[in-house]
C-alpha cells in the first residue's frame, strides 16, 4: 500500500460503517487521519468504531442524511470532538430497487433523491462553512457510472448520481480560489452489500458492461480516495474520476 500523508486532517465519511466508506475510513486512519463515521445504522457505526480504532482516531454520528437538521448536529458533534473539518466523504447511497421508469414507486423516488442527493447537499451546506473558516477542505462525492450513462431500470439511482455530479461541478467552482476542492468518483459496481438490493439480472447487466470482467475492490475505490483527499491533489476540482474497469467512454 502506498503512504498518502493525512496527518492531524479530520475526515468525515457518510456510510462509513460499512462497505466502501468503511475501506475509506481504514484508508484514511491508516494515512494519518482521524475520522468521524457518520451512519444510520447505530449497531454497524459501534462495530466499526471497536474494530477499526481507538476513542482519540475515531468518532462515530449516528444521521439521517435526509434530515438538514440530524445533519447539523452530526456536524456540531464532530467539531466539538475534533475541533475541525478538512475533508468530507460523502459516499452513503441506496440503491432503491430495480423497475421500468414507469412502474417506479414515487416513493422509492423520492428516497433515493432524500439519499443519494439531498444527502451530500446537506453535508456540504453544513461541513464547508468550516473548511472556509479554515481555509482548507477536500470533499470528494462517490458518484456512480450510472450517472454519466444510465442504467436501464435504475432511473431514480442514475439521475441522482448525474445530480451528484452536477453538484461537484458547480460547488468546485464556487470553492475554487478558497483551497477547497470537490470532486467526484463515478464507479462502476463494487462488489459491497449493496448488490443485495439488486435483481441478479441487473447485476449480470452491469458486469456484462465491463470491459476488465469484473467488479471493483472496495480497497482499489478507497486507494482513489485518499489520494484525492491529499494535499497532493491540489490543481484537481469539479472534476470526476472514473473507477470503472474501462467501461466508462468519456
Not at 444527502?119 to 462525492?141: A, D, Q, T
Not at 432511473?155 to 468546485?172: E, N
Not at 480516495?225 to 467501461?247: K, Y
Amino acid at each position: 500500500m502506498n503512504q498518502i500523508d493525512l496527518q492531524n486532517r479530520i475526515a468525515i465519511i457518510t456510510g462509513g460503517a460499512r462497505g466502501i466508506g468503511r475501506a475509506i475510513a481504514e484508508r484514511l486512519l491508516a494515512s494519518g487521519a482521524r475520522v468521524s463515521l457518520w451512519d444510520v445504522d447505530a449497531a454497524a457505526l459501534a462495530l466499526a468504531s471497536e474494530e477499526m480504532g481507538t476513542p482519540e482516531t475515531i468518532h462515530t454520528a449516528r444521521v439521517d442524511l435526509a434530515n438538514l437538521a440530524s445533519v447539523e448536529a452530526a456536524t456540531a458533534a464532530t467539531m466539538a470532538a475534533f475541533g475541525k473539518i478538512d475533508i468530507l466523504v460523502n459516499n452513503a447511497g441506496i440503491t432503491g430497487g430495480n423497475a421500468k421508469t414507469w412502474e417506479l414507486d414515487p416513493a422509492d423516488w423520492r428516497r433515493v433523491m432524500d439519499i443519494n442527493l439531498h444527502g451530500p447537499f446537506y453535508c456540504c451546506r453544513s461541513v464547508v462553512p468550516h473548511m472556509l473558516s479554515g481555509g482548507y477542505g477536500r470533499i470528494v462525492n462517490i458518484a456512480s457510472i450510472a450517472g454519466k450513462e444510465g442504467n436501464p431500470n435504475a432511473a431514480h439511482y442514475s439521475a441522482s448520481k448525474a445530480a451528484v455530479i452536477a453538484l461537484t461541478k458547480s460547488l468546485g467552482k464556487e470553492l475554487a480560489t478558497s483551497n477547497i476542492t470537490v470532486n467526484a468518483i463515478t464507479p462502476a459496481v463494487i462488489a459491497t452489500d449493496i448488490l443485495q438490493q439488486m435483481k441478479q439480472s441487473h447485476i449480470d447487466y452491469m458486469l456484462s458492461k465491463i470491459p476488465m470482467g469484473r467488479f471493483g475492490k472496495k480497497e482499489e475505490a478507497a486507494a482513489l480516495v485518499a489520494w484525492i483527499c491529499s494535499e497532493e491533489c491540489s490543481f484537481t476540482t469539479a472534476a470526476v474520476f472514473d473507477l470503472s474497469g474501462g467501461r466508462a467512454t468519456y
